[in-house]
């Protein structure tokens, strides 16, 4: 081989390495992008579950929490009316004492009256 035929080999493999060179680094690139753009929509997809999940979980304690509520308002509106009942009852045990306190000195009163006039 002659030294022209040498450059000449070089020049041929130099252009045959670029060009590999020039593949593998596509490659490599398209094969990285690739990869992060599946990473990307796995985390996307992940991240969206995890927000749709954790959005049911506050939704059923919030309609939990309301139903709580509903029940001790309905707790409150019996108790309410059940101290209303007690108290008209005990008015009204109070009037009956009252009442029958001032007729029981009505009466004594008038046994009074009449032990007197018949002692007279």
């Known amino acids: 081989m002659t030294y022209e035929g040498i450059v000449k080999e070089i020049s041929v493999l130099k252009v045959a390495l670029s060009t590999a060179l020039e593949k593998a680094v596509e490659a490599a690139v398209k094969s990285a992008t690739e990869k992060l753009k599946t990473e990307y929509r796995f985390e996307k997809e992940l991240t969206a ?4 999940g954790d959005l049911k979980l506050k939704t ?3 309609e939990t929490l309301l139903g709580k509520i509903i029940d001790l308002e ?3 509106k019996e108790l309410s009316q059940k101290a209303i009942t007690a ?3 005990v008015k009204d045990i109070a009037i009956k004492a009252i009442e029958s306190s001032s007729k029981m000195h009505f009466i004594e009163k008038a046994k009074d009256l009449s032990s007197k006039e018949s002692t007279s």
Do not use: V
């Open 74 to 76: 309905t707790n409150i």
């Open 60 to 62: 059923q304690t919030i």
């Open 49 to 52: 579950k995890q927000t749709e």
């Open 87 to 89: 108290e008209s009852s």
